[in-house]
């Protein structure tokens, strides 16, 4: 190995990977299991529902996810699942000692940049030379930009991210894709939807040729917490794998801001049906992002829960759920497939004309 690749080495295995621990590394994951050394939780890469699909081992901090993503070392997470080469590659390393606190010369001066860029120009496999240590560890995080700020876990600010994509929706790909979902775009803005061009989406191994349609995640008082993006397309277009995608880390609901001082809620498991409910005038509609991840206590003031689900998917999860909110003295109702007009679901009708709410 070369002199910049033994220093790279170095780096990692003496400086940083010696204070990586599970609480710095998986803070924000929703453990749902933790048996001996493996736990479990959804999974946060691809952002999976199955509370068992994602897996670490406490002792190596290696991670697996069985259900999509396959498993990773530390800079194949900070990278979004993949492991990173040439540019990607450095910056992760900078990410990582940044994380533990290393301000290290070493990525301070342009003379490393330059020999680290011209050696991995020349063996874009150098990752390959580092310890088995080096790839059998992860960390929750995400390449971003430069730019950004250090204030989210994830070393971003989502409100000025979101911000962004908001002031690049109009006259998108993702307005067109809203109007052919029959969503205007003065809806779609007044609810925070934003537009993540080819290359702008923060998590990188997750990007789409034609960008994703923003929606934010927010809790009860209207703080965000993510950010989910649909890749814009058909879905005959749009492979399954990268249809859908949300920023690592907890997740809350679109348009959750409403749960506060509103006693009866629309709950979809997409963001488009709640929107159409919206657009339908239907304002109190929410998107969960999967069933697990409801939370009881932020609807404390819900008195009555409209279930909103594709017409083939009042499974036992969802029936559980609201034999739950029974139990809490909460009413429940789901809408029918005759509200659809027979359509698949909420934005099938919406777009076909056929969506009549009858609650």
Known sequence: MSDITDNIVNFYTQQILPKLTV????????????RGKYWRAPCPIHGGDNPTAFCINTE?????????????????????????KGQQFIQVLHQLAQ??????????????LIKTHQNI???????????????????QNNQI????????????????????????LPNSLGEQY???????????????????????????SRDWKWGRLVFPHQNPEGQIVNLYGRAVGSIEKVPKELRHDHLPGSKAYFNGQ???????????????????????????????????????????????????????????????LARQACLRGKKVSF?????????????????????????
Request: charged share 15%; proline share 3%.
């Open 178 to 204: 809203l109007l052919w979902r029959n969503i205007p775009l003065e809806i779609a803005q007044a609810y925070g939807v934003g537009y993540a061009a080819f290359g702008k989406w923060l998590h990188k």
């Open 258 to 320: 409403i749960l506060k001082n509103n006693n009866q809620v629309f709950i979809c498991e997409g963001s488009f049906d709640a929107i159409s409910l919206i657009a339908a005038g239907y304002p109190n509609a929410i998107a969960i992002f999967g069933i697990h991840g409801w939370r009881w206590d932020w609807a404390y003031n819900t008195e009555k829960l409209i279930f909103a689900l594709d017409a083939d998917q009042a499974g036992e999860k969802w029936k559980d």
């Open 145 to 168: 930009s430069n730019s950004t700020s250090a204030q989210h876990p994830y070393k971003f600010d989502l409100s000025s991210t979101l911000k962004y994509y908001q002031e690049a």
């Open 335 to 359: 809408l029918t497939p005759e509200s659809y007009g027979n359509k698949k679901d909420v934005n099938e009708a919406w777009i076909a004309g056929l969506l009549n709410v009858e609650i």
């Open 121 to 139: 120009a020349k063996n874009p496999t150098i990752t390959k030379k580092l310890p088995l240590t080096f790839h059998q560890n992860t960390i």
């Open 99 to 112: 994380l533990v606190g290393i301000n290290n010369s070493i990525f301070s001066t342009n003379k490393f």
């Open 23 to 34: 609480n710095l590394i998986y803070n924000t994951v929703n453990f749902t299991i933790r």
């Open 60 to 84: 190596t901090l290696a991670w697996s996810c069985f259900s999509h993503c396959g498993k990773g070392s530390v800079l194949a997470f900070v990278n979004g699942g993949i492991e990173p």
